[in-house]
Each structure stands twice: as structure tokens, then as C-alpha cells.
């Protein structure tokens, strides 16, 4: 890990290069005079994988809601690849497909019909909605429950048709509300690499989640929702960098922290902390400790004025 | 550390677009509309296939007015038409009874829809979301309209003997089929405008009452004062007479005429409210 990055800890990240694919612009909405976002900006480049974090009900599914034309904004802007949302709803339809944070899927149909039914409503044929449903089905392992009506299946596997329902046509935007809760790990890795495929492809990803090693595992960018706005935005790596720095932890062999020394994670820094520990411990075990994206999450949704920063002990 | 610890596994990555160009980076991909009605013929297979398969409320859609009938001409038959001819003139009122009941259950869809995100996910593409409602509407018509020959057919077995041409005969479909496409949009709209499905089907309940305090199965003129003028102003009274007319041959006096009337107002107002609850209940399950 280079120290050059440590050091760019004060600048938002430039955005990405190439048009963006998603656009917010000062995005406020509210419940009632409950407000939810207050002046939300974010800008998603084309092809990017964007995760959006936030605490339950700093009002993740309410931008999505925005972002695919359910909910007006009290006011803002937003534009999918270019085609502003509120103005032309109808066409920014075409850009994207969603899949919601609770499955909307038909229980009273197979899993092939279901597929059949939103292919047909895509604007595919007869013929082609029946070969394409035949691939996605194979593509996503849908085959064991291709005919059982979905009231039967289990949570996860309706999931899994829900997602698979987001991507019977190709398109610029990918929306996604929490898309692995419930999944087994299996299938989360699919849908994974599902995502990392289609992105290598130039797919947009916008998603959701509460499973931080899922959002450090896929995102080009995360941004943290909190209070209304963008807390943070960053690489993985940019916002672990801000929290907090690389320390060496030293236990006993019961696991009692003895010393907790920062360092900048080099050879030459962690030898120099080591160096420097008193010899009585020589027997103790060592661990280099990095912030992880928790850490990144709990310092940004916090409402304390001082966010919480790792300090050396002992 | 890499910046993504995950690479995808070739094994596992295997959807890509149905495109062959690998690279779809170059242009913008806009999903296509459906054209012409294919959004609405979608829906009504849907809903088509969602009536055949709940077997449950069809069978009860035709079995429960059936009892009716057999309750209403054997057991208070007697009481109120010692000359056993009531089977003629309570007919028309187990058939709106029967629509009514049908048509109920399109709230409960609609309602499922509602709940269920169905709508919100079709809200969010570039299609009529609005053929939902079409699709349930016209199922509840075929189901319905299935459901109310079988009642007459069994009305005919246990001693019904219209009187109708093939003219009226014609009329009386036009006019059952018209009924039913008003109450069904009605009981869509209570669907939409309902919290939840149960509260839908409540709601329902209440409009199922209607023929029972109109001249379906006691005339009109055997009620107190009062009750007689909500008989004779309601929309289900000239149905039933209009109805009565064609098949047995009594006075028509102009129910005809009021009961298409109340028909088309019905359907009028059930079409625009509904309209109206479908753009303004987006995204706020
Ligand atoms: N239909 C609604 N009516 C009133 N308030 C709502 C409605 N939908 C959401 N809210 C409120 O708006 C806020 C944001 O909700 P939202 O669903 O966007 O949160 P979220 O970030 O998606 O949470 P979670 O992680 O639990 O999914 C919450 O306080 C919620 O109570
Ligand atoms: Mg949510």
C-alpha cells in the first residue's frame, strides 16, 4: 500500500472520466416534513460499479425510487445516461432496469412465465422472449425452478428471479436495492460476478447493500448516505484511508492488547515498530490491523461531531 | 491489497448481453417499446392464467350463487311466491349477485399488484404499467360472464323458462357483460385505493349488499317508505327490471334506458378514478 494515497486524504475524488450515466443535482425529498435527502449530488460514471451505502433509513430505496421515476423529488434534478428523469420519464425508462429491494415478482406464474411476461413487455417477440428466457434460465441457474410457480419457491430463489427479471434486456443502467440479502453464498458470488461481467461490458451498476465486504468486493465508488447527503465518497481503499491509518497490534496470548502503534504499512515502518516494542514481548503475537470498510461506515454515519479514530493504546 | 479483491470467475460469469458485440461500451442501450397492444394481450393472458389457476374463488364464483338460487327458490320461494313461479323472477337478481361476487375479486388482484411492487417494477419501464388493470378487468369479464351462463343453465334445469328472442337474448348478454365491466373497473379502483388486500376485500364487501335491497328478490313496493326510495334510485334496480323484461317478458318502463345509463356512469367515474389513483399512488407502498 503506497503512502502518495494516504496523503490525498482531503480531496473528493475527481469524477470518473467519460459522460455520466447518472446524475443527482441537488435531489431533496421528504415523507410528510419528515425530509429524507437534502440536496443530494452524486455523479455516476459510465461502466462505473457504484455502491450507496447508508444506515436503515437514511433513504437509500428513496433515491433509488427517485432515480427510476417513482417518486417525484421535492426538488432537484436527476438524469439517467443523459435523459433527465423528471422531464421525460418515459424515455429515461428505457435506459435502465431496477431491481427493487423486496421482490415484485408474480407468485401465480412459473419462473418461466414470469421471465416470458417481462421479456414480452421489453419489446420482445414472441419467439425471441422464449429463446431469451431459455438462456437467462440457464445463464443464472434458474433451471431446477423453471416450472414451479414462484408462490412455492423459497425467498432466496424468488430473489434470484427478481434479479434475473433486471436483466432479460441489456441496458446503460443497472439498479439494483440490496441485491444479496437473503442469497446463499453461492449465489452471491454469481450474482458477483454477474455484475462484474456486465460492468466489463459497460454497464452502469448502481447498488444498494448493508454487506460491506459486498460493496469493497464489487464498487469502483462507494458514497455514504447520511442526513440527507453524500457523508462520504471514495474508492474502497480512499475512504478506509480517511478513517483511519494502519496499526500494529500486539497481544498477549489470551488476545489482551498489549500495544496498538500506528504505522504507514511499509517494510521499513512496521520493522522500525517492531524495533521499538519492549523486549518483554518478544512471545506476543502480532497482527497489522487496516480500517475496514465497518470502520469506514460506522465513522461516516455517525452523528457525533468527532468521528471516532483509531488510537494507540498501551 | 488490490482495489477488488473478487475477481469474477470465468466459470461463473457467464451471462453477458444477448448482443454478440462484447463491447457495448460505444453505444447507449435503450430498451425497446412494445408495440401496438401487445402490452394489453400480455396482461390478459396474465390475468387469464391467474383466474384458471386460483380454482378456488372460480369454483366458488359459480357455486356460491348457485346455492343462492337453490336457497332463495326452494326455501323462502315458497313464502314468497306460493305459486312456485319465483324461480322466474329472482333469475335476474342471482345473476348480478353473481357478477357482484366475481367481480370482487379484481380488488383483491389489483390490491396484490399494488402491494406485491409488481406495479411499481412495470412503473419503472417504458410500457402502458396502466394494461395491468385492463389485463384483470377483461379476465374478471371471461370469468364472469363463464360463471353466469353456468347459473342460468341450472336456473333452466330447476324450472327457469325465459320467454326471450334471440334479440333479447343478445340484449341481456350486452347488458350483463356491460354491468360486469362496470362493477369489475369499480372494484379495481377499490384495489388501488386500498392499504392493503384484506382492506380491498372489505371494502368489496359492502357493494355486494346493493341487490338485496332492490327488486332482485322481493318487489320493491313490499319495503317501508323509506327503503322503497333507495330500491327505486339505485343502479341496481332498472338493471334488474331491464333484465326481467327481456327474459320473462314483464314492463319495461324505461329501465332499459336507466340501467345503461347507470352502467356507463358507473364505468365513467370507476375509469377516471381509477386513472387517477394509478398516477398518484406510485412508489408509496
Ligand atoms: N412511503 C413512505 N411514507 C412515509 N415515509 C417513508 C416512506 N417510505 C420511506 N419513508 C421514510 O423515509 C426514510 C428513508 O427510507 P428508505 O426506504 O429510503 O431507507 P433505506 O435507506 O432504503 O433503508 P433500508 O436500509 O432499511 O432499506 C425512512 O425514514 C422511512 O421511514
Ligand atoms: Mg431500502
Redesign the pocket.
Known amino acids: 500500500m503506497d503512502s502518495t494515497m494516504r496523503t490525498e486524504t482531503n480531496c473528493e475524488t475527481p469524477t470518473p472520466p467519460g459522460p455520466p450515466a447518472i446524475e443527482f443535482t441537488g435531489v431533496s425529498a421528504?415523507?410528510?416534513r419528515?425530509p429524507?435527502l437534502r440536496g443530494l449530488d452524486l455523479m455516476v460514471g459510465k461502466g462505473e460499479v457504484f455502491a450507496l451505502l447508508?444506515?436503515?433509513?437514511?433513504?437509500?430505496?428513496?433515491?433509488?425510487?427517485i432515480l427510476t421515476t417513482l417518486l417525484r423529488p421535492d426538488s432537484g434534478r436527476v438524469r439517467v445516461s443523459g435523459v433527465d428523469v423528471l422531464e421525460h420519464p418515459d424515455e429515461a425508462r428505457r435506459c435502465f432496469a431496477v431491481t427493487g429491494?423486496s421482490a415484485a415478482v408474480d407468485h401465480c406464474l412459473s419462473t418461466a412465465e414470469n421471465l416470458m411476461l417481462l421479456a414480452r413487455l421489453s419489446g420482445l417477440s414472441r419467439r425471441e422472449a422464449k429463446a431469451r428466457t431459455v438462456q437467462l434460465a440457464e445463464r443464472l441457474s434458474l433451471g431446477s425452478f423453471i416450472d414451479a410457480r414462484v408462490g412455492t419457491l423459497s425467498g432466496g430463489m424468488r430473489r434470484r428471479l427478481d434479479l434475473a427479471l433486471s436483466l432479460v434486456v441489456p441496458v446503460d443502467v443497472l439498479i439494483l436495492?440490496?441485491p444479496t440479502t437473503g442469497l446463499d453464498t453461492r449465489s452471491r458470488r454469481e450474482l458477483w460476478a454477474e455484475v462484474s461481467q456486465l460492468s466489463s461490458e459497460g454497464t452502469t451498476v448502481f447498488l444498494?447493500t448493508?454487506y460491506l465486504e459486498e460493496a469493497d468486493a464489487l464498487a469502483d465508488r462507494i458514497g455514504l448516505?447520511h442526513d440527507g447527503r453524500l457523508a462520504g465518497l471514495g474508492t474502497p481503499h480512499e475512504l478506509k484511508a480517511r478513517v483511519g491509518e494502519d496499526t500494529v497490534a500486539v497481544r498477549d496470548r489470551d488476545g489482551n492488547a498489549l500495544a496498538e502503534v500506528p504505522t504507514d504499512g511499509t517494510v521499513r515502518g512496521i520493522s522500525a515498530v517492531l524495533g521499538s516494542l519492549d523486549p518483554d514481548y518478544a512471545e506476543a503475537a502480532v497482527t497489522l490491523h487496516r480500517p475496514s470498510l465497518d470502520d469506514v461506515f460506522l465513522s461516516f454515519t455517525s452523528n457525533d461531531e468527532v468521528r471516532p479514530r483509531q488510537k494507540p493504546v498501551g | 491489497m488490490t482495489m477488488h479483491p473478487y475477481s469474477p470467475d470465468p466459470r461463473t460469469s457467464r451471462l453477458s448481453t444477448p448482443t454478440p458485440t462484447p463491447s457495448a461500451v460505444t453505444d447507449a442501450l435503450r430498451r425497446s417499446r412494445p408495440r401496438g397492444l401487445d402490452v394489453e394481450a400480455v396482461f390478459i393472458g396474465r390475468s387469464l392464467r391467474h383466474a384458471v389457476r386460483d380454482v378456488e374463488s372460480l369454483l366458488m364464483s359459480i357455486a356460491l350463487p348457485v346455492i343462492l338460487m337453490l336457497m332463495f327458490t326452494f326455501v323462502f320461494g315458497g313464502a314468497i311466491d306460493p305459486g312456485g313461479d319465483y324461480v322466474n323472477y329472482v333469475v335476474p337478481g342471482i345473476i348480478l349477485t353473481c357478477a357482484g361476487f366475481g367481480a370482487s375479486s379484481t380488488a383483491l388482484s389489483v390490491a396484490n399488484d399494488m402491494t406485491s411492487g409488481f406495479i411499481d417494477r412495470l412503473r419503472t419501464m417504458p410500457v402502458r404499467a396502466s394494461a395491468v388493470i385492463t389485463g384483470h378487468v377483461a379476465a374478471s369479464l371471461a370469468k364472469n360472464l363463464f360463471a353466469t351462463a353456468i347459473v342460468i343453465v341450472v336456473a333452466v334445469l330447476i324450472g327457469f323458462r325465459p320467454t326471450a328472442t334471440w334479440g333479447e337474448w343478445f340484449a341481456v348478454i350486452a347488458l350483463i357483460a356491460l354491468y360486469i365491466l362496470a362493477i369489475t373497473y369499480l372494484f379495481a379502483a377499490i384495489g388501488l385505493a386500498a392499504k392493503s388486500a384484506e382492506s380491498a376485500n372489505g371494502y368489496g364487501f359492502i357493494l355486494l349488499f346493493l341487490p338485496y335491497v332492490s327488486s332482485a328478490f322481493v318487489p320493491v313496493d313490499t319495503m317501508p317508505d323509506w327503503l322503497i326510495w333507495f330500491a327505486d334510485n339505485q343502479p341496481v334496480t332498472p338493471i334488474i327490471d331491464a333484465l326481467r323484461s327481456l327474459l320473462v317478458g314483464t314492463e319495461m318502463n324505461g329501465s332499459g334506458i336507466a340501467a345503461v345509463a347507470w352502467c356507463t356512469v358507473i364505468l365513467a367515474v370507476a375509469v377516471g378514478w381509477a386513472a387517477r389513483l394509478f398516477t398518484s399512488r406510485a412508489?408509496?407502498?
Do not use: H, S
Not at chain 1, 447508508?54 to 425510487?65: E, M, P, S, V, W
Open positions: 421528504g415523507f410528510g419528515k429524507v447508508g444506515a436503515n433509513g437514511a433513504g437509500k430505496t428513496t433515491t433509488i425510487n429491494q436495492d440490496e444498494t448493508q448516505l | 412508489g408509496r407502498r
